[in-house]
């Protein structure tokens, strides 16, 4: 089991910054595909990010690139999200996810999650 415990939520103006920490135990995330999702109200969870295991690369949904940076911190067994440039329609909670395979942007895909932090951008 891997328990994910996102931090580094909160409220920001258009513009600005935030960074997202996903600290996960129980399990080292070696070997793990560590992504990120967010869900607005009303509407389906959405990949954001991932980062796959033994890959140098990185894929994003196409409403964040260039914005936002996933990384891992394999030896303090984190995961982040570099948030740039945010934007009011960024405004949802945040989860940190960890996939046993390569992993995919579909959620099904995914075998264990965090609680989710709340991201809100003001106009």
């Known amino acids: 089991q891997v328990q994910l415990v996102e931090s580094g939520g909160g409220l920001v103006q258009a513009g600005g910054s935030l960074r997202l920490s996903c600290a996960a135990s129980g399990r080292t995330i070696n070997g793990y595909t560590m992504a990120w999702f967010r869900q607005a109200p009303g509407k389906e969870r959405e990949f954001v990010a991932r980062s796959p295991w033994l890959s140098s690369n990185t894929y994003y949904h196409d409403s964040v690139k260039g914005r936002f940076t996933i990384s891992r911190d394999n030896a303090k067994n984190t995961v982040y999200l570099q948030m740039n440039s945010l934007k009011p329609e960024d405004t949802a909670v945040y989860y940190c996810?960890?996939?046993?395979?390569?992993?995919?942007?579909?959620?099904?895909?995914?075998?264990?999650w965090g609680q989710g932090t709340q991201v809100t951008v003001s106009s």
């Open positions: 996810a960890a996939a046993v395979t390569r992993g995919s942007s579909r959620v099904v895909d995914y075998d264990y």
